[in-house]
């Protein structure tokens, strides 16, 4: 199946081309209006969507397999529900998911909501921190799926995405529908490491924050292959969206954020910080808009990104937007691109470490800001492993903290 | 008494402008040599030609360490091989943990003399006694390398440097600008605690107060891009009374 053909067809027809449920008429109409995103998409203008779209691909449609209940993860094989898990407070089923957004602005979103037969609901009625973990097999298909996550009223919540797998040219198409109801609170920590020869994922997502509602995402993203991340998030009065991103792309791989937050409810708060390592022929991608509707007054939006391009060939399509309809509010927004400090890499090498060591200290310093967001140390020390690991190519246990030798010593410190 | 450090018809400039003009200055073994001259003289950029600052680009003439010209060779080696610099102005590096830091490089200096490295535990004990001498907040270790640190602070950080990297040759340049007495004393003693008879210092100034707490054996007066005075530390008082504008090159 070619993605492109769709957009030669109307609502009806994409319903039919796609053998969709008739309750998704909303979605089928809004993508025949927005269509599949091509080369010349604004929003996809610096990354390689056309292959993807213009490709024949075999949508991977597996057997019904048995769904497990064991331990405090969920966990999805090639986009399939393997094991929903035993968390108490935390339920896990497929089921028909009918709040599909309106008014988003990616093609895509749509699609794959038209693509997947069932959504997997997650809802969470008690506090709980969990696992999501993708795993990856197939080669060469369309792997499509949604996941849905409702967190109830006054319920806190953490959640750490985890992949596995590289599913050498397949493409990954799914996202989610997170609602953090009034008073919840989510933590949701993505670490995504792609590899040099595995799949492409484009994760197409819509979050809706109550109001007082607290949601707190920090990505991480270490590319050595394409892969997008796109969200729409929705923020009602005195909800309060924490992003940061930290992205780490090489191997000429075109990555990064497209993203949308909308601060519709007054007093609502937002704060988007992206850092991004860009090496080896690699792209990032930061085009972010902070929409400020007039209904939001009191709003407080902050938005940054600060890239390294650690060579010449690597590039850096940032793009921080502000769209305000309204005066009575605090706003800033700001980008930079450049080199690392020379003045700290020449005083790091007065002290006698090689040019190449200081370098790679002051990027895992660089980068230890967005992974200091994470207020888990077990996690943040396991992604701080994985950057270090994707950016060294092997990982030293070489911390002062946490060594068992020197434990006992460092406390009097 | 043999020389360490030999510099032989130095000239350098910063972008188009030539500082060093023929500078010609042989520091001894052991010794404590002190630089003093007025703004713009060129001190600063004697001690960057020194280290290998990328800012400097020596167009001409010789830096003799240990029987090597040294002015093609990388920062890093000119600091393995035992130069160290304690900076006017240290760099704040947020993220950089100021004891990884330290451990990163007195590793790379062990290393490089054939020393077995330290483990993070036999650091850690050497490091905190060094801190303890010069009552160092103990917390400053574990924050990032100078970031929020006061003046006082990034100066004694840069001494703890000192003591912990062992080097031969140590250049502190206005060691003692934006020090309050109290940490003028503690890094002077860390300084004075250094000096073991083999270790040479060369300490640039542009004011005299320092050298009350770290006594020179020799002064150098720097003017112009070039060394116009050389004597001992009884030049102090001569400098004091009649300036530096009595003074041209020998």
Known sequence: MKLEILNALDGASILKELGANAKKSTAASALAKIKVPHKKSEKYRYFDIEPLVSKDWTVFHPESQEVQSKGKKIVFQDGILANRGDIEGVSVELGDFSDIDGAHFDGLYYLSHLLAKKTVIIRCSKDASFEIEHNFSQSNVLINYRVAIFVDANTHCQIYESFKGEAEGSFVLGGYDIFAARDASLKFIKSHTLEASGYTPVWSSRYKVDSNAFFKLSSFDFAKSNGLNIFKAELKEGANFDASHLLYGTNKAKCGIVSEIEHEGKSSVSSQNAKSILDNGARGIFD??????????WTKAHQNSKAVLLEKGAYMASKPQLEIYIDDLEASHGS??????????????SRGIKEEDA????????????VATVDDEY?????????????????ELDCLKTCENCQDT???L | MSKVLEIKNLKAKIGDKEILKGLNLNLEEGKVHAIMGPNGAGKSTLSKAIVGHYDVEVTDGEIIYKGKNIVDEEPEERALEGIFLSFQNPVEIPGVNNAYFLRTAVNARRKHLGLPELNAAEFLRE??????ELGMKKELI??????????????RNEILQMMMLQPDVVILDEIDSGLDIDALRAVSEGINKSKDGKRSFLVITHYSRILDYIKPDYIHVLKDGKIVKTAGPELVAQLEKEGYGSFEEN
Do not use: P
Not at chain 1, 336 to 345: H, I, K, N, V, W
Not at chain 1, 359 to 370: N, P, Q, R, T, Y
Not at chain 1, 381 to 387: D, G, H, M, R, V
Not at chain 2, 142 to 155: D, P
């Open chain 1, 288 to 297: 972010a808009l902070i929409r400020v509707q007039n209904s939001a007054k």
């Open chain 1, 336 to 349: 930079t691109t450049g080199q690392l400090d020379e003045q700290a890499l020449f005083y790091m090498r």
């Open chain 1, 359 to 370: 370098k790679k200290m002051l990027i895992l310093a660089f980068a230890h800001e967005v």
């Open chain 1, 379 to 395: 996690l943040a020390n396991k992604i701080y492993a994985e950057f270090e690991r994707v950016y060294y190519g092997y990982y």
């Open chain 1, 410 to 412: 460092t406390t009097g």
């Open chain 2, 127 to 132: 490091m905190r006694a060094k801190v303890e």
């Open chain 2, 142 to 155: 574990n924050r990032s390398l100078n970031e929020g640190f006061s003046g006082g602070e990034k100066k």
